[in-house]
């Protein structure tokens, strides 16, 4: 569906909801919540009552957020009942919404609106803002508000610039383009605190955290099968360093990635027992790490994805095992 036939539909919704529940994704990153904060913020001035809801809780460094401490982690606090609208925001697939099986039991009495970039997503919503070419879905919300002549203040651009700025790992992979780029300025020019975020995405690494770094390091593999790098991050290893994975995984992923020649990185964390996360990165122009993350279950954007599957990192003679 056109974008200038759903983004008025959507607005159309919003205006005509009475209790509005906004989902960010699992594990959540900067985009979907500077995405849905931003939205958050637009439903408070129009005196929207709405929820927040994220199934996991963000890392600290994210706290200069505005309003960021408005979001719900407890689902037992939340009753879609109550709800005559939700907006899924930078989920590529309803599963990353964490809450899949209540969102499609309680369908029928309730709209979904799903806002998001990913080229996987699968258009589960009532109403499906998908735009694959945006550098994030925080593109889009600044887009949607720009469309309808929505004002951006100083939250909403700091808001919005922190997904941006995640998402193109700071104008450097393959998602930066000349939109974005005018977007950011422009979200500048209204206030966004660009030294905080780059402050915090960027200087967010803790020693313990670094100091595992080297250790994985010392772990990378070459498979000159397929031409690619990997790496591996267990239990013990997290536990010994008493870091969470997301002070370790996405960051060394994102730091893989300027590896030369090669055709894309894989970080294996073993997030569970019984459950590893595999996150795919590349900079190749030819290759798609989302089409190999959906083969595996998993989905994201062409240069950043990611996929969960069940098994156990197992250090074998000859390398890594997945059993």
Same mark, same amino acid.
């Given at each position: 569906m056109p974008y200038k036939r759903v983004a008025p539909q959507i607005l159309g919704v919003i205006n005509n909801s009475n209790h509005i529940l906004l989902v960010s994704h699992e594990k959540p990153d900067g985009d979907t919540l500077g995405a849905s904060l931003a939205l958050a913020n637009f439903l408070e001035k129009q005196k929207k009552a709405h929820k927040h809801f994220c199934i996991d809780s963000h890392a600290n460094y994210f706290n200069y957020l505005p309003k960021i401490e408005n979001i719900i982690n407890d689902y037992n606090l939340?009753? &879609? =009942?109550? #709800?005559? &609208?939700? +907006? =899924? +925001? %930078?989920? *590529?697939? +309803? $599963?990353? @919404? *964490?809450? /899949? %099986?209540?969102?499609? $039991?309680? $369908? $029928?009495? &309730? @709209? &979904? +609106?799903?806002? %998001? #970039? #990913? /080229?996987s997503n699968d258009y589960f919503g009532h109403y499906n803002l998908i735009i694959p070419q945006a550098s994030s879905t925080s593109e889009i919300i600044y887009d949607f508000f720009y469309f309808h002549d929505i004002k951006i203040d100083k939250y909403i651009a700091t808001s919005l610039l922190t997904g941006i700025l995640t998402d193109t790992m700071n104008f450097t992979n393959a998602a930066t383009t000349q939109e974005s780029l005018k977007i950011a300025a422009d979200l500048i020019n209204n206030g966004a605190k660009i030294n905080q975020i780059t402050d915090k995405i960027t200087q967010n690494k803790n020693l313990a955290a670094l100091k595992l770094w080297g250790e994985l390091f010392g772990r990378l593999e070459f498979n000159p099968q397929y031409n690619f790098v990997y790496t591996v991050i267990t239990q013990k290893d997290l536990q010994k360093n008493q870091v969470s994975t997301e002070e370790v995984r996405e960051g060394l992923a994102n730091f893989l990635s300027m590896i030369k020649d090669v055709n894309f990185i894989l970080v294996l964390t073993q997030e569970s027992e019984n459950q590893i996360k595999g996150s795919l990165r590349t900079t190749k122009d030819t290759i798609n790490v989302a089409k190999l993350a959906q083969a595996l279950g998993g989905g994201g954007h062409a240069k950043a994805a990611g996929f969960v599957i069940n098994g156990q990192l197992i250090k074998a003679t000859n390398g890594w095992q997945i059993k």
């Amino acid at each position: 569906m056109p974008y200038k036939r759903v983004a008025p539909q959507i607005l159309g919704v919003i205006n005509n909801s009475n209790h509005i529940l906004l989902v960010s994704h699992e594990k959540p990153d900067g985009d979907t919540l500077g995405a849905s904060l931003a939205l958050a913020n637009f439903l408070e001035k129009q005196k929207k009552a709405h929820k927040h809801f994220c199934i996991d809780s963000h890392a600290n460094y994210f706290n200069y957020l505005p309003k960021i401490e408005n979001i719900i982690n407890d689902y037992n606090l939340i009753n &879609l =009942t109550d #709800h005559d &609208l939700v +907006i =899924t +925001i %930078d989920c *590529g697939d +309803i $599963k990353r @919404t *964490g809450i /899949a %099986d209540d969102l499609i $039991k309680f $369908k $029928k009495n &309730l @709209t &979904l +609106i799903n806002i %998001d #970039h #990913h /080229a996987s997503n699968d258009y589960f919503g009532h109403y499906n803002l998908i735009i694959p070419q945006a550098s994030s879905t925080s593109e889009i919300i600044y887009d949607f508000f720009y469309f309808h002549d929505i004002k951006i203040d100083k939250y909403i651009a700091t808001s919005l610039l922190t997904g941006i700025l995640t998402d193109t790992m700071n104008f450097t992979n393959a998602a930066t383009t000349q939109e974005s780029l005018k977007i950011a300025a422009d979200l500048i020019n209204n206030g966004a605190k660009i030294n905080q975020i780059t402050d915090k995405i960027t200087q967010n690494k803790n020693l313990a955290a670094l100091k595992l770094w080297g250790e994985l390091f010392g772990r990378l593999e070459f498979n000159p099968q397929y031409n690619f790098v990997y790496t591996v991050i267990t239990q013990k290893d997290l536990q010994k360093n008493q870091v969470s994975t997301e002070e370790v995984r996405e960051g060394l992923a994102n730091f893989l990635s300027m590896i030369k020649d090669v055709n894309f990185i894989l970080v294996l964390t073993q997030e569970s027992e019984n459950q590893i996360k595999g996150s795919l990165r590349t900079t190749k122009d030819t290759i798609n790490v989302a089409k190999l993350a959906q083969a595996l279950g998993g989905g994201g954007h062409a240069k950043a994805a990611g996929f969960v599957i069940n098994g156990q990192l197992i250090k074998a003679t000859n390398g890594w095992q997945i059993k």
